[in-house]
């Protein structure tokens, strides 16, 4: 059964229609890449499933539950974290604090050192920089910390938006690096980017979204070597 | 020295009203204009406590902080909570419309004369009145300082507490944290509510006198004061008011100026909003949805 349902879904901004009818899925393990142009929408789906935008309809099932029905708010703990575009970390506040919140959900204390110590052996620049002000880290430490706040609730899915974006080559190898292990380590991951060389190479399977719509799916291994994405997304 | 200590107890009051209006405007990105006559309702609250048969002042000061953080709870369910997302400029009106709505509620209740409050004063301890410092005064800006240092613990090291300063900074990326976003707007009016509660008591031993408009004017001086510290910042609001309070009582104190105190409080706002528009210890932050 899948992990993640999505069936059907239609998201408005006033009036106009920013998803028409988008449907897919994400099996438990798998890492799956949804890919299109800038405007395509794939903000939107990953802001709908995780409650900050309320679709008009469709179904968005997370391990048999209703999240159209769930508040953003209660998402968290069902086992889904989201990186969001952008990064959004809480810049005035110290890299420790940005962590801790993202394991505002837990109370169990063993449990929240076990997730701290998990994230500073991914992200050992993060236990170097405890104290320093989100805010002032390096545009690759921010997205690291962004994924390590993610990562502080040990999540069962894990929703990553343009993790790659303003960052140089060797930064970009290094997050896909680290969401390859952290797949490995039993992470189910949904990812949307723009950089779709990179994001196939890691994916299990694909999604490529247009103005709205699925326009093509599959293995991440054949749409790497299909003709029409190879002009549209990879530039060749 | 008289005056300075003067400035800081008129200060503190002005930097607890100020910690309202700051606090809601952090985390719920409005002005809540009706903050002043929160203070307002907790003089009333306190002027009928008092004139039972066996007044007791704690009592009054209790009823005084529950009145005013239900009344603030109650104003942000019914008339702000309504209007989330609506343009700044609706919540900014209705939020005067509250302010007339209180006053007008105090009018009918409690008429427009104002009440004396009885037995509100505090000993005079004969040590400090050599000096002509008040009691009130010492006790007010003591009791100030204390609040403020556990507000600020409060909110440095609780959980609501960081919870607060996530939500002020993105609501969206506070609740992706699984933070409850309105459980988080409504505490922060109830203690916003419950610091102006504090701010009557203060205010009724410098003036014993309950009145529907009471509210306005340390209203709007602690709504400057909180725009010159920066408004959203907690510290900023501290620091604000006390130096509001402080120019207050230095005007006040030299005869040909004193008529013009209110008038140069007023001006200091439009030079510092002209200098730094964002107050002194104010953020300039980037907004998102
Ligand atoms: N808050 C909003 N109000 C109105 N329209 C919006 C809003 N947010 C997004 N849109 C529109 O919805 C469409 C999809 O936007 P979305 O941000 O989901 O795209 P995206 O695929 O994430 O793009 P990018 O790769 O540039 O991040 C766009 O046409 C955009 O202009
Ligand atoms: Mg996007």
Redesign the pocket.
């Given at each position: 059964m899948a992990m993640l349902k999505i069936e059907n879904l239609q998201v408005y901004?006033?009036f106009?229609n920013?998803?028409k009818g988008v449907s897919f899925e994400v099996n438990e393990g798998e890492i799956i890449a949804l890919i299109?142009?800038?405007?395509?929408?794939?903000?939107?789906?990953l802001?709908t499933v995780t409650g900050l935008i309320t679709p008009k309809s469709g179904k968005i099932e997370f391990e048999g539950i209703n999240l159209v029905k769930t508040p953003a708010h209660k998402i968290v703990s069902l086992g889904m974290s989201h990186v969001p575009?952008g990064r959004r970390i809480f810049q005035q506040l110290s890299v420790y604090d940005n962590l801790r919140l993202g394991a505002f959900t837990l109370t169990d204390k063993k449990q929240i050192e076990k997730n701290f110590e998990y994230v500073y052996h991914h992200f050992p620049v993060l236990a170097e920089r405890k104290k320093q002000i989100a805010g002032t880290l390096s545009g690759g430490e921010q997205q690291m910390l962004a994924m390590g706040r993610a990562l502080m609730t040990n999540p069962k899915m894990l929703l990553m938006?343009?993790p790659s974006m303003g960052l140089s080559p060797i930064f970009v190898n290094e997050i896909f690096h680290i969401i390859g292990e952290v797949s490995r380590d039993g992470t189910t991951v949904l990812l949307?980017e723009?950089n779709a060389k990179k994001a196939l190479s890691i994916a299990d399977r694909a999604y490529v979204?247009e103005a709205?719509r699925i326009s093509l799916e599959g293995k991440a291994s054949d749409l790497i070597n299909d003709e029409n994405v190879k002009k549209a997304y990879l530039g060749e | 020295m008289i005056t300075l200590i003067d400035g800081l107890s008129l200060g503190s009051i002005y930097a607890l009203i100020a910690l309202g209006y700051t606090m809601v405007y952090g985390i719920a990105k409005m002005l809540n204009f009706a903050h002043g006559d929160i203070i307002m309702v907790g003089a009333y609250a306190i002027y009928v406590a008092m004139s039972f048969a066996n007044p007791n002042p704690v009592i009054a000061l209790i009823s005084s902080i529950i009145v005013c953080t239900l009344l603030g709870v109650f104003v942000e369910k019914f008339a702000y909570k309504p209007l989330r997302g609506a343009s700044p400029l609706a919540v900014l009106i209705t939020a005067i419309g509250v302010s007339y709505f209180l006053q007008s509620v105090a009018q009918i209740v409690f008429g427009s004369q104002p009440k004396p409050v009885s037995g509100w004063k505090l000993p005079k301890i004969e040590f400090l009145n050599q000096f002509g410092i008040t009691t009130g005064a010492v006790v007010t800006l003591i009791a100030g300082i204390l609040i403020m240092v556990a507000l600020t613990l409060f909110i440095n090291i609780t959980r609501t507490g960081s919870a607060m300063l996530a939500v002020s900074e993105d609501k969206g990326a506070a609740k992706l944290m699984g933070i409850n976003v309105n459980k988080i707007i409504t505490i922060t009016f109830a203690i916003g509510s419950a610091l102006a509660s504090f701010a009557s008591m203060f205010y009724l031993l410098q003036i014993p006198n309950a009145e529907p408009t009471l509210g306005a004017m340390p209203g709007i001086k602690a709504f400057t004061a909180a725009v010159i510290g920066g408004i959203g910042s907690i510290p900023g609001a501290m620091l604000g008011g006390m130096v509001l309070g402080v120019i207050e009582k230095i005007c006040l104190s030299i005869e040909v100026i004193s008529p013009y105190t209110t008038a140069i409080e007023f001006s200091l706002l439009i030079l510092i909003l002209l200098v730094k528009p964002t107050g002194f210890l104010g953020r300039t932050t980037k907004e998102k949805?």
């Open positions: 901004y006033g106009i920013a998803i299109g142009a800038n405007g395509a929408g794939k903000t939107t789906i802001h575009e938006d343009e949307v723009q979204l709205g | 949805v």
